[in-house]
């Protein structure tokens, strides 16, 4: 229906019988040299409907597209940044919101230019923001993906990855809601025009209406004058709405808690010349809805020599994701963090999030989990490695694809040009971790920091991505892993994590050798090559003092007094131990 539509619309002359100006008899029924008749001057009806389509669609859809533009920016800026941008945007979006539209409608068209221009204006005006608001809703949920903090991670700057990577992904619920839009901009159109507020020489189908209505159309029973613009306005705003409908369903996803995350007091950015990284006291908390604060990580330390390879071990929930997320500060709204990261004698936390955006991608490299949406779906994968060293190498479109090629080949995937242009669906979970792996390389980083990169893989993938990443062998390397079989061939240092606390930090060969925490002791005896042994059973102890213990009591067998309260990390043997039997004075 709208195909013939738009057809009619763009060539008039070509199926119109007559001129739209041309003259017969007025008031003249259909016949067959009149199928719709005439009106009160003697116009051929058919021929003024057919005139009339291209000011009705132009209007409805020349609206629907400003609409849809203004609403769209609107709602990814403040979707995207949050805060006081946030807060302006939406508060400016109330107020058009409240505002009664019909008789702001009627009032601007009766005073601004009265021509297709001003109509489009004027309700373009007066449909943006109910756009705004579904864009905002949805960007606010698509900023918390795995895809977009991966291009955050890399150093992609708020403009890019809202057009580049947001944008696309929700483009079916902007067209759905452009095509409603445009179907409500038709249906205005026609009741501005049936109320003559608009330019009479600039003939449409509410026009043909107000005409008919003011020509005694009713009274001197000429049906055919005002029953063919009706149709044509109740099928082409039909058509739209199936169109819209078939899209999508418009669903407003849940709105995310508003603030930022409060940064730490910037005590002083420099710092006096310490480890290439040195992770003091990071302490990292999330406030729910109920008013209510979740530690994720507390009191955490350690330190990552330049060249070295650190793996933080432990079971899912213990925090290994969350500081990383810490470290490049993308971390949620709703979390608070406080500590100092010295990278390079440089205090991140003191950084502000402009100085931050430089660094990442540049020289703090992310590898996400390949496992979930850590690649956008809507570009492919040769592009998005090929991005990264667009936005921090400078390269052109074609040196950097090219590069994205060389990657894809250094990473072990065949025929590279081929797959450079596919898109991440078609890959398996080993080639998607190690074009992640790619992605980071493209941007020239001295250091990685790896999300879970083996989850989900079989031993073929992992032995893919073991292989990919002992390339790396100038690189700083901080891995996240709860795969104990790979962090021994892989790192040189082992980091224990649990309950969101360093449990234990010790060389690779003394920590596999002969672990001292009772938690690290219980991680390799559940490997299968060391018995599949799990801690069942459970000792009894106070639930409200549980907080205040050491958080492995109660499966701990060698716990005593002490270990009601928390201990603290001392170092012992060449190693930093969280445990009261190396902690206390009488061990």
């Given at each position: 229906m709208l195909a013939v539509l738009f057809l009619t619309a763009l060539l008039p002359g070509f199926f119109a019988p007559y001129d739209r100006d041309a003259l017969h008899d007025p008031y003249g029924k259909p016949v067959l040299s009149h199928p719709l008749g005439t009106d009160s001057i003697g116009r051929d009806i058919l021929s003024v409907l057919i005139f009339s389509a291209r000011t009705s669609l132009t209007v409805g859809l020349g609206a629907a597209f400003s609409a849809t533009c203004l609403g769209t920016l609107v709602g990814l800026a403040a979707g995207y940044r949050r805060g006081a941008v946030d807060e302006a945007l939406m508060r400016l979006t109330d107020l058009f919101l409240v505002l009664p539209r019909l008789p702001l409608l009627f009032l601007l068209a009766a005073y601004l230019n009265p021509g297709p221009v001003g109509i489009i204006v004027v309700l373009a005006?007066?449909?943006w923001a109910s756009t705004a608001r579904?864009?905002?809703?949805v960007t606010l949920s698509m900023r918390e993906t795995g895809f977009v903090r991966a291009a955050r991670a890399l150093g992609a700057g708020p403009l890019y990855t809202m057009i580049r990577h947001i944008l696309p992904n929700i483009s079916e619920v902007v067209l759905a809601k452009a095509m409603l839009t445009a179907a409500a901009a038709m249906t205005a159109e026609a009741g501005v025009s049936f109320l003559g507020l608009t330019d009479p020489a600039a003939m449409s189908w509410g026009t043909?209406?107000?005409e008919a209505f003011t020509g005694g159309a009713l009274v001197n029973g000429a049906y055919w004058w005002y029953l063919p613009p009706v149709v044509c306005i109740s099928v082409s705003v039909s058509a739209v709405l199936f169109v819209g409908q078939s899209v999508t369903d418009i669903r407003s996803a849940p709105t995310a808690q508003h603030g930022r995350t409060p940064l730490p007091s910037p005590e002083s950015v420099s710092a006096p010349q310490r480890e290439f990284l040195s992770v003091e006291h990071v302490t990292v908390d999330f406030s729910d809805a109920e008013g209510g604060n979740h530690h994720a990580l507390a009191d955490v330390d350690f330190r990552l020599p330049e060249g070295g390879r650190l793996a933080l071990v432990g079971h899912t929930g213990s925090g290994k994701s969350v500081l990383l997320m810490a470290l490049?500060?993308?971390?949620?709204?709703?979390?608070?963090?406080?500590?100092?990261?010295?990278?390079?004698g440089t205090n991140l936390f003191g950084l502000?999030?402009?100085?931050?955006?430089?660094?990442?991608?540049?020289?703090?490299?992310?590898?996400?989990?390949?496992?979930?949406?850590a690649m956008n779906p809507m570009l492919s994968v040769g592009f998005q490695i090929a991005?990264?060293?667009?936005?921090?190498?400078?390269?052109?479109?074609?040196?950097?694809?090219?590069?994205?090629?060389?990657?894809?080949r250094a990473m072990?995937?065949?025929n590279p040009e081929k797959r450079a242009k596919d898109y991440p669906h078609r890959y398996s979970g080993g080639m998607m971790q190690r074009a992640l792996l790619g992605t980071a390389l493209a941007c020239g980083s001295g250091f990685f920091l790896v999300d879970e990169p083996t989850k989900g893989l079989d031993p073929a993938g992992r032995e893919e991505v073991f292989?990919?990443?002992?390339?790396?062998?100038?690189?700083?390397i901080l891995l996240v892993t709860h795969d104990l079989e790979f962090a021994e061939r892989f790192a040189d240092h082992v980091a224990v994590l649990y309950a969101s606390r360093i449990v234990e930090s010790a060389p690779k060969e003394t920590f596999f050798a002969g672990p001292l925490h009772p938690y690290s002791k219980a991680l390799l005896e559940a490997q299968p090559e060391r018995g599949l042994k799990v801690p069942m059973r459970m000792r009894s102890f106070e639930e409200e003092n549980h907080g205040a213990a050491c958080p492995f009591l109660p499966w701990c067998d060698e716990a005593f007094s002490l270990c009601s309260s928390v201990p603290p990390l001392v170092e012992r043997s060449g190693r930093l131990i969280r445990c009261w039997r190396y902690g206390s004075t009488s061990s």
């Open positions: 005006a007066t449909s579904i864009v905002r809703s043909m209406i107000h490049l500060r993308l971390l949620p709204e709703n979390a608070s963090f406080h500590g100092r990261v010295y990278y390079r502000s999030e402009k100085e931050m955006a430089r660094l990442r991608g540049r020289e703090l490299a992310y590898v996400p989990q390949g496992a979930g949406n991005e990264s060293a667009r936005i921090h190498r400078g390269m052109g479109r074609r040196e950097a694809f090219d590069e994205a090629v060389s990657l894809l072990g995937i065949e292989r990919s990443l002992a390339r790396l062998d100038t690189q700083t």
